[in-house]
């Protein structure tokens, strides 16, 4: 008895340490449930049945106060907006990509948000172009030059996913400085950094290339996967970039979109002037013609320069042969609501929701669908403060993230003149 | 911003101020309403400093009765510009907002060698011949040779000092050692006499703890000081060592080779003045046999150091006849020096009392006890006499008098130990005579009988409770502050395991093991490869650190870390060790990443911050107990039993823990640093050892960081790293009030306060 009782002991006492030492740190697997805990969040309606809980209210919230973060840093001093953008993406293939915190691998991770974002950047940027180089063995080596396709740039980056040796951030500055020193002087000048490594091995020195970085205008951007260093802190803080370290691979593909949309406009380049761009028409279906990009016969498909009839493959692009600015009208328009946001639609108040006396609309002006019964659940609806009208939350993301126009004050304005006269 | 404290009205230059400022200011000015002592922790990067001196100084302008002078204590001339600034800005503030009624004077003083302005004197190169070459321009001989024949050298700043005579006063500011020294230069007036001169009238005077603890120089320099002072030491967590070294001389064959020397040229000296001018010495025994007291009487660039520490009637006492007579004395000198000579020669580790020591003295070289106790002011009087300018050459004979002035005073409180040679090195013969002071009580103690209040303040002072006891005084107050942080940003650990499994120690019969030295190297590695920028890592001693690096550069882990970051070693050389440093710095700065190996008690781990990206991680390896093999130390820890009631093993932790604590207060200075500490040693686990370190590292010490194999620590880094990575406001959310504005103090009750102490 007294024996078994003192085994008993001895063996508590070793669970307790192990207990110790594991507690607080759950591994990777546990910790993805217990974070968020789904079994919690489940409810029984009335007749028993298990449904999960509406987590619609939560995410728009969060939305919410996204766009009003946003929308407080754009609406207060009309601030310009880079359109077109020079973007080369640094991916760090240093030994410190193999690292396995990242499952399966920080590199492979990496790669699969740069092809999201790659995607992203184009959609949110037609006028834009974007490059990759990665740095491995302390070398940097330019994967893709600067171009409009999404494809090729995906392509190239999934092809060449291996990584070895030290990083070299000044190797990769350096080359970049020499390709986005050759842009003109209306596009902005970016780069955005993956940095895995915790150290740089340089050939020289470094905060001499930032200087010169921040001297020709480069804006200069950092995502690390690993913790804060301080020549990366160090370089944004000269470039004006920002600079960012990601906690896991969500937080890791939050930080990266945050660079999809437009930076504002540095000052010195603010100053309005023309550029001159061509609006290539496309080529008939059946015409066979060499494209200049590829150097390849094609049949139909690709695009015709205005200026000296060249083929192109896709837009938009600069021409090889004469190198005008060759993009389409669609991709100008869908910039354009950079400038001008949908200001941020206002929460209906319960106790305007409750007053008997105002008569409000049924249903969602956008989508037509009812809107929930006033009472039990509050402010389930939004407005739009020039408009008026009333949306659902479904709508209200919608207009903001996708179509980027209110269709509450479109179809005012175009029934202004009849409206005008009622009154 | 301006807020009350009980009835007095305190003007504080910034916005806001932290929590733990406004409870510390609360501590103090009732300690000096009662007018005693006391005991202040706070942790580094709180501002100590600006909260003591706005609160000292509104207190001395709420009561304008009964001003209080302010003298603040620092270790080093860094820290006293920093303090001075401060004051400045406080300064500037205060006049803003009541006008001419906050003018103060306040000065800091230092050496000749950080005041003088005179290119001639600041050629030489140490702090003792910049004192002798100004000493040979200004004496008062020498201006009087001087002004007979206009072309010997005299100092312009000194003699136009001299010539404004009583107008050379400081108009009311603060002034930093620079601007003395830039008002000096316009004025065309010594800094460094203007200075000493100002001190007696300022409000507010900043000086090193040496002006007041080294019975050497405090007589002479803080005589004049009012007992309505209230003396800070800030940073004083060594302070107990600091009175010690101050009353405690090492004699070794040099210096004995030298005080011959220096007794020889005496002697000619004499025999010189005796042929041309014998009235001189005459004059000198006339005044020794009307008693030392009267030495007051000298011109005070001649004024030397003389020795407060001695009690009050010995100064009045004449000299004793035997050694009035210049000749004599140097008798007496040269037979005490050929006694100690004759001491060296041992072969074994030799312990004494003073009392025994002194016996030995009379037997075998005939020098009674009054005759030594007055060694020091004798020797003093007669380089006057003799017109001796060069004064550091004559070092090695004043080190000898020092030593028998202290053996004769003292009969308590200090040993002699002689020692033939190094513990470590048997083989080499170093003679080594030292006279230990173990008594810290003894130099301060003058300090604390003299001014109305005393504090003393650092960022690690823990235990508190036993400082009382070292030093032997009673404090009115003594506490210690957490600090308010908005987001936890330190983060100890004890490390008890290496990735084996297996405990790690440098406890004496494991620190060679290879287990333990191989779990060392592999934790540096991983670590390396987490941890950005700048790490440092502090072992218990050059010797272990040598052994230590040596094995992991054989088992190939230092190429290994070498490929993650670079490595920098302190060494024994400052000239060596400062390169290291600065090129530490230029490896963090760049990008590159680099590790600094030092040593706790080395320079290092004393004045060098590893702050920011300087320092992201600091692992302790091991417990930096003291070497207890030495003579002085278990001298002085047999003492502290019998006199204190300290027990040698409270006392040896006591020590460790602070200097670990210490090594690691390195990191953080400021509330936006974020920093890793790791203990590395399975004996941090345990709670005597543990409960010692100060209340703001162990209130970041999570009891599940309490057992850590190297695997775990690396894996808590990693997430520590990624969580300081982001983003956050430097208010602090709704939850913990960090920043306090005017009304938050205004309305601020009790409940707080108690919050804040513990």
């Known amino acids: 008895m007294n024996n078994g009782n003192g085994r008993r002991l001895n063996g508590e006492t070793e669970e307790d340490d192990d207990d110790e030492g594991s507690e607080g740190d759950l591994d990777a697997w546990e910790r993805t449930y217990a974070d968020e805990r789904s079994w919690e969040s489940l409810q029984e309606d009335e007749s028993g049945l298990l449904r999960p809980v509406d987590n619609k209210t939560l995410y728009h919230a969060q939305y919410r106060r996204r766009i009003r973060s946003l929308s407080s840093q754009a609406t207060t001093s009309r601030i310009q907006k ?139 951007s950092v995502i690390g996967l690993s913790a804060e260093i301080f020549i990366c802190k160090h370089l944004c803080q000269e470039t004006g970039g920002s600079y960012s370290v990601a906690m896991d691979e969500s937080h890791f593909k939050e930080l990266i979109l945050e660079h999809a949309p437009p930076p504002p406009a540095i000052a010195e380049f603010a100053i309005a002037n023309l550029i001159k761009m061509g609006f290539p028409q496309r080529a008939a279906e ?8 590829h150097k390849e016969a094609k049949v139909g498909g690709g695009y015709t320069c205005p200026r000296c009839k060249a083929r192109v493959c896709e837009l938009p692009t600069e021409c090889r042969i004469c190198g005008l600015t060759l993009i389409s009208s669609p991709h100008l328009a869908r910039s354009y609501h950079h400038l001008f946001p949908i200001v941020p639609f206002d929460e209906v108040s319960s106790s305007v929701l409750n007053d008997p006396h105002n008569r409000l609309p049924r249903s969602c002006f956008g989508c037509q669908q009812s809107l929930p019964n006033p009472g039990n659940k509050p402010s389930l609806r939004v407005a739009c403060p020039k408009c008026k009208q009333h949306f659902c939350l479904d709508c209200d993301i919608y207009i903001h993230e996708s179509l980027h126009n209110c269709p509450g004050c479109e179809s005012f304005r175009h029934s202004k003149t009849p409206i005008a006269t009622e009154e | 911003m301006k807020f009350q404290i009980e009835d007095v009205t305190v003007y504080f230059p910034y916005d806001h101020i932290y929590p733990e400022q406004y409870a510390y200011m609360v501590e103090l000015k009732r300690a000096l309403d009662a007018r005693g002592h006391c005991l202040l922790e706070m942790p580094t990067g709180t501002g100590k400093t600006i909260a003591l001196l706005s609160l000292i100084t509104s207190y001395t302008l709420s009561k304008p009765n009964n001003p209080v002078k302010l003298i603040y204590c620092t270790r080093t001339v860094h820290e006293m510009e920093k303090t001075l600034a401060e004051l400045k800005l406080l300064h500037a503030y205060q006049t803003t907002h009541i006008g001419d009624r906050a003018r103060i004077l306040a000065v800091g003083l230092s050496s000749r060698k950080n005041l003088c302005v005179n290119s001639r004197v600041l050629a030489a190169e140490n702090r003792d011949s910049v004192d002798a070459s100004c000493r040979r321009l200004t004496a008062s001989w020498v201006r009087a040779a001087a002004a007979a024949n206009p072309n ?64 050497k120089v405090a007589g002479y320099i803080s005589k004049e000081m009012q007992k309505e002072s209230v003396v800070v030491f800030d940073e004083a967590h060594n302070i107990d060592n600091v009175c010690i070294e101050a009353l405690s001389v090492s004699v070794r064959r040099q210096t004995l080779e030298g005080a011959r020397r220096n007794l020889s040229k005496m002697r000619q000296e004499i025999e010189k003045f005796k042929a041309t001018d014998a009235g001189r010495l005459r004059a ?143 083989h080499i013969p170093d003679p080594v005579l030292q006279l230990s002071c173990h008594d810290a009580s003894l130099a301060i103690k003058p300090v604390f009988d003299r001014f109305q209040s005393v504090v003393i303040t650092s960022g690690t002072l823990s235990p508190i409770d036993l400082y009382p006891r070292l030093l032997n005084f009673h404090p009115v107050v003594s506490r210690s502050f957490t600090m308010s942080l908005t987001r936890d940003c330190i983060c100890p650990m004890v490390l008890t395991r290496g990735s084996d499994q297996l405990p790690v120690s440098t406890k004496f019969d494991m620190r060679s093991d290879l287990g333990v030295v191989r779990n060392y190297g592999r934790l540096l590695l991983e670590m390396a490869s987490v941890v950005p920028d700048g790490i440092v890592c502090f072992f218990v001693s050059y010797s272990y650190m040598d052994g230590i690096v040596n094995s992991w550069n054989e088992n190939g882990i230092l190429k290994e870390i070498m490929q993650h970051k670079l490595v920098f070693i302190e060494t024994q050389d400052v000239v060596e060790t400062t390169l290291a440093l600065d090129n530490y710095r230029k490896a963090c700065d760049c990008g590159r990443g680099a590790i600094f190996f030092s040593v706790a008690r080395g320079k290092v781990a004393e004045g060098i911050d590893f702050d920011r990206h300087y320092g992201r991680l600091v692992i302790m390896f091991g417990v930096p107990f003291q070497y207890t093999l030495s003579k002085i130390l278990l001298a002085r820890l047999e003492y502290l039993r019998d006199t204190f009631q300290i027990k040698e093993g409270d006392f040896l932790t006591f020590d460790a823990l602070r200097q670990a604590a210490q090594c690691v207060g390195r990191v953080i200075r400021s509330k936006a640093d974020y920093g890793m500490m790791i203990f590395a040693d399975k004996r941090y686990s345990r709670h005597d050892k543990r409960s010692k370190l100060p209340g703001w590292i162990l209130s970041h010490l999570r009891d599940a ?45 009790d409940g707080i306060l108690n919050e804040m102490q513990y």
């Open chain 1, 82 to 220: 880079g359109l077109i953008r020079y973007l080369y993406i640094v991916v760090d293939l240093s030994r410190a990509a193999a690292e396995m915190d990242y499952r399966p691998s920080r590199m492979a991770v990496v790669a699969k948000h740069v092809e999201a974002f790659i995607r992203e950047f184009f959609d949110q940027n037609p006028l834009s172009q974007l490059g990759l180089v990665t740095i491995k063995d302390g070398i940097a080596h330019c994967l893709t030059d600067l171009g409009g396709s999404p494809e090729s740039h995906v392509k190239a980056l999934m092809g060449k996913l291996e990584c070895s040796g030290e990083s070299s951030l000044q190797n990769a500055l350096d080359l970049v400085h020499g390709y986005l020193n050759q842009i003109p002087s209306y596009g902005h000048r970016e780069v955005l950094i993956l940095y895995s490594a915790l150290s740089t091995c340089d050939p020289g020195d470094i905060l001499e290339t930032i200087q010169k970085c921040k001297k020709s205008k480069m804006r200069c």
């Open chain 1, 286 to 293: 059946s015409s066979i013609a060499i494209c200049s990009c």
């Open chain 2, 705 to 749: 960081h309490l057992n850590l194999s190297t695997d775990m620590a690396l894996h808590i880094a990693r997430e520590f790293l990624r969580k300081m990575a982001q983003p956050y406001d430097k208010a602090g959310g709704s939850g913990r009030k960090t920043l306090l504005s005017q009304e938050d103090v205004e309305k601020m009750s």
């Open chain 2, 152 to 215: 010997l050298p005299t100092c312009e700043f000194f003699e136009e000092y001299e010539k404004a005579g009583s107008n050379a006063v400081l108009p009311p500011g603060v002034y930093t050692l620079q601007d003395l020294r830039a008002y000096g230069k316009e004025k065309g007036w010594c800094p460094y006499f203007l200075a000493r001169h100002m001190v007696q009238f300022a409000n507010v005077v900043v000086y090193s703890y040496q002006y007041l603890l080294d019975p």
């Open chain 2, 284 to 426: 000198e025994y006339n005044r020794l046999v009307e008693g030392l007291a009267q030495r007051g009487n000298l011109p005070f660039t001649d004024n030397w150091l003389s020795n407060p520490a001695l009690p009050d009637d010995i100064l009045k006492e004449a000299v004793p006849g035997n050694i009035r007579r210049a000749e004599h004395f140097l008798h007496v000198l040269r037979r005490l020096v050929q006694y100690l000579e004759g001491r060296l020669e041992t072969d074994n580790v030799e312990k004494e009392g003073p009392v025994g020591f002194v016996a030995s003295i009379n037997t075998h070289a005939g020098i009674d006890q009054k005759t030594l106790k007055f060694c020091y002011d004798r020797l003093h009087s007669l380089m006057l006499t003799l017109e001796i300018t060069d004064t550091d050459e004559f070092l090695h004979i004043q080190t000898i008098c020092d030593f028998a002035t202290l053996v004769g005073t003292y009969t308590r409180g200090f040993s002699i130990i002689i020692e033939p040679f190094d513990e470590r090195m048997p």
